[in-house]
């Protein structure tokens, strides 16, 4: 024996070993690639070649009947197709062949058959007697597939052809077949689907015939042999209840399901229970209390000692079932119902569960399963036993078991009860009081598909909640929950640490919901922060756009002034002027809420300015964003109040168009202007009436002279290389008296005291009014309607119709401009500074006779 190599020499060894093998993986890679290829033998390939000058019909009909199985199977799923392109030819060439190769196709290609057939019956390709005379009889020829899930394709295709065939060919085709299809001398799989076909096509024919000829069938399989057979008739058996009337399935139905209820098999037992309960409505009270009733109390005594499926079938319908008998039960069976109930509800919870889940037998953890199936149906017909105990009885009745299903341990059950929390808040009304520790329980659950579950309402509970279910109450913020604001910030954070990011985005949606609720300090203190937090530094943009437009909502019912103000500062100066382009895009996104939910004079005065700054952006994507908003940014103006704001926007598209260096920023650009140029501008009414109003009070002389100054007073935003060129007549206005001077400042200065919090945009505007001429400013490439301002006689007739002046203050304190600046100051008076563009146009229309 060989001594053992040291362990250096071994390391070594085993990294040989190691790039060995990696050398041989990629040897046999390349060994494996020709094999591949050589899968095809070029016979196959021959084999497999359509010459590509056949018509579609001509390669279907090649393919059938010399192509291989995919190939055949490629022709059927395409049969819709040719169906609609040329039916006739289809049917006449295609159809045959797709006839011989389903009698020996295989799976695959009969499940595609049949979903091909349904397809064409759907699309109405073809009338019903063509499709009846070319498809049904296949159709029928293949119900009785031995592979089951073949034969229950070609069932369902059969059952929607049954809904529109007429009652003869459904009486020759399929009925009088049926007849002999339904016989104990033919197989189980032949009277299965012969219970099906009975179901779907009673309401098909009058009661003569289904008396007759239809009944007699169905009381057939009722009694059938098999158990499955038995089974299946008697789900059919509610189908062909409200075919036949209430006479016939008193006499007819009843009798069958009565003898079917003490069946020896249990799901024949079952499946006559859930019709009952199904039928209870065609049943009159007299057959509900003598005959249903003791059934449905014997069924529920020994559903303890059978199988647990029937406990589950049974805790599903029994909401249904005490609805149904309601009103015909004494006292005491109401109370045992209420016990079932209740004792359903704690199925499986009694056990102890302190051993090791690998230690248990598996039949045991299947049974565990099977109750917890079991209390989550109980959860959701929790709504339906408030209204059978009545809500005023619940806190005596079922309160302590909505707190189990509110503690059960086990996640689809509490989900289930939060699903149903808006239904129970809504049905105890003014007792909603009762469930607010639960509705703090749930939302403080360690699951978030339980939160997930309880925040779709969320809004409607907390309304509830506030309101005490009384909704003629204005205001009550909640005084008596006061859990409520903690576990609502707790379940905020929990769906923030985790990786569920549609839940954070829906939570933080129905957040909307708070100002309503609760008080504006509560939410600004305790929400507001948290939702700039998000918008600031979460990683998801839903999340992100959830969390600004639930910002905006507060702020928008906010009524406290210095918050508001803050919190636009804080908008303006850590997202519209934020280090990080995300910020601004954010910001963006932020004045698009903004425009939606606030009005468009608030947007003007407080965002116009900051969001149009963007267009100085250094950052490619930031200046796209904006473009593609500019068009709701200019919806938000009035004229004539917002000229001013409307020159500044006319000057950052002119700046874009002239100096943006991207391309796709510019195409951008250019869409966006020709949007803009089809815009019509909102028109002050109030203010033009204002005006009318005023000239109607003056000397005619007057207003002849105010006509022509308005004619000359320009816009100041136009380049001073351009020529003006003003017609009319010469004149000279006169001074303003001293006291519409005086007036005029005063409004002035209270103007300018309205004005948003920051210098910067002040400037903004120097610098625009610096860079400004005398004359009319020119559409660039067209910005709407209003904002082109020409020489021709419509241009005039607008500016005699909208003109007001317009005043814009550059000693602003907020960030924006307010409308009532240019509303306030009279033409006369407007200030020293737009005496000299006063003055150049008078010298204009003196140098032009």
Not at 37 to 49: F, M, Y
Not at 370 to 377: G, P, T
Not at 581 to 609: G, P, Q
Not at 662 to 677: G, S
Request: charged share 25%; proline share 5%; hydrophobic share 35%.
């Amino acid at each position: 024996m060989h001594p053992p190599p040291p362990a250096a020499d071994a390391m070594d060894f085993s990294q040989n070993s190691l790039f060995g093998y990696m050398e041989d993986l990629q040897e046999l890679t390349i060994i494996e690639r020709p094999v591949r290829r050589s899968l095809k033998t070029p016979e196959e390939i021959e084999r497999l070649t359509v010459d590509e000058d056949l018509s579609d019909i001509e390669r279907a009909v090649y393919l059938l009947s010399a192509g291989q199985d995919i190939q055949g199977t490629s022709v059927i799923a395409n049969l819709p197709f040719l169906v609609r392109q040329n039916p006739a030819e289809t049917l006449r060439r295609v159809l045959p062949k797709v006839r011989e190769v389903l009698h020996v196709a295989g799976v695959e290609m009969q499940l595609t058959a049949a979903v091909s057939f349904r397809t064409i019956l759907q699309e109405e390709s073809v009338s019903i007697h063509t499709y009846a005379h070319s498809f049904l009889q296949v159709i029928l020829l293949h119900l009785e597939h031995r592979d089951a899930g073949v034969s229950n394709a070609w069932l369902e295709t059969l059952l929607s052809v049954i809904e529109v065939l007429p009652k003869e060919t459904l009486k020759h085709e399929i009925l009088n077949p049926l007849v002999s299809k339904a016989q104990l001398s033919q197989t189980v799989q032949s009277r299965l689907v012969s219970c099906k076909i009975l179901g779907k096509m009673t309401n098909k024919f009058d009661a003569h015939t289904i008396k007759r000829e239809i009944l007699p069938l169905v009381k057939s399989l009722c009694q059938d042999v098999e158990y499955e057979v038995r089974s299946c008739m008697c789900r059919q058996l509610e189908n062909i209840a409200q075919g036949i009337g209430t006479e016939l399935t008193k006499s007819v139905v009843l009798p069958e399901l009565i003898e079917l209820s003490r069946d020896e098999g249990s799901s024949v037992r079952l499946a006559a229970f859930e019709t009952l309960v199904n039928l209870l409505d065609v049943f009159d009270t007299d057959d509900r209390s003598q005959t249903i009733l003791p059934l449905v109390k014997s069924f529920c005594e020994k559903s303890f000692k059978a199988d647990e499926s029937i406990l589950i079938s049974l805790s599903f319908h029994l909401g249904k079932l005490c609805h149904g008998l309601y009103g015909i039960l004494t006292p005491d069976q109401h109370l045992r119902f209420l016990e079932f109930y209740k004792k359903l509800c704690t199925l499986g919870l009694q056990q102890e569960n302190g051993h090791n889940e690998n230690q248990i037998p598996p039949q045991i953890l299947e049974q565990e399963k099977k109750y917890i199936s079991v209390r989550k149906n109980c959860a959701y017909n929790f709504p339906a036993m408030i209204v059978f105990v009545d809500p005023k009885n619940f806190h005596m009745e079922l309160y302590s078991t909505f707190f189990c299903l509110c503690h059960d341990p086990e996640v689809p059950v509490r989900y289930t009860i939060a699903i149903c929390f808006y239904e129970v808040s809504k049905l105890l009304n003014s007792g909603v009081y009762l469930i607010h520790k639960e509705l703090i329980t749930l939302l403080q659950d360690e699951s978030l598909e339980v939160l997930d579950a309880l925040i779709d309402h969320l809004p409607e509970i907390l309304e509830l909640m506030s309101t005490g279910g009384e909704s003629s109450v204005q205001e009550n913020k909640l005084s008596s929950l006061p859990d409520l604001i903690p576990a609502l910030t707790a379940a905020e954070q929990r769906a923030a640490a985790s990786l569920k990011w549609r839940t954070h985005e829906k939570l933080l949606q129905k957040y909307a919901c708070l100002p309503h609720i609760i008080s504006s300090d509560q939410i600004y203190y305790r929400f507001l922060q948290r939702m700039f937090t998000i918008v600031m530094t979460n990683n998801v943009l839903p999340v992100q756009k959830a969390a600004s437009r639930t910002l905006c909502i507060f702020l928008r019912y906010n009524r406290k002034q210095e918050q508001r103000h803050e919190v636009i500062q804080k908008l303006i100066e850590q997202l519209g002027q934020g280090k990080s382009y995300w910020n601004r895009l954010r910001f963006l996104d932020t004045c698009e809420f903004i425009i939606e939910i606030f009005s468009k004079s608030f947007f003007c005065k407080y965002f116009f300015l900051p969001a149009i700054e963007l267009t100085h952006d250094p950052v490619a994507n930031v200046r796209m964003k904006l473009c593609y908003l500019l068009p709701k940014v200019k919806s938000t103006l009035k004229i004539p109040a917002d000229k001013h704001l409307l020159q500044q926007l006319e000057m950052c598209v002119r700046k874009l168009l002239c100096q943006e260096k991207d391309k796709d920023v510019l195409a951008i650009v250019k869409r966006t202007v020709l949007e803009l140029d089809r815009m019509e501008m909102s028109m002050d009414a109030e203010q033009l009436e204002k005006e009318k109003q005023q000239s109607d009070g003056r000397p005619m002389s007057e207003k002849s002279f105010e006509k022509k100054r308005r004619d000359t007073k320009t816009p100041t935003t136009l380049p001073k290389s351009i020529p003006i060129s003003v017609p009319g007549p010469s004149g000279t206005s006169t001074p303003s008296t001293s006291k519409e001077i005086k007036k005029s400042k005063l409004i002035r200065s209270q103007s300018f005291n309205n004005q948003a919090f920051h210098a910067k945009y002040g400037n903004l505007d120097k610098c625009a009014s610096k860079s400004s001429t005398v004359g009319y400013t020119p559409s660039v490439s067209g910005l709407g309607k209003t904002s082109v301002v020409s020489l021709t006689d419509d241009s005039f007739r607008t500016r005699n119709a909208c003109s007001a002046p317009t005043t814009f203050s550059p000693n602003a304190s907020l960030p924006g401009t307010s409308r009532g600046t240019g509303n306030s100051v009279d033409p006369k008076s407007s200030g020293s500074k737009e005496t000299p563009p006063r003055k150049a146009t008078l010298k204009s229309r003196k140098s032009n006779p």
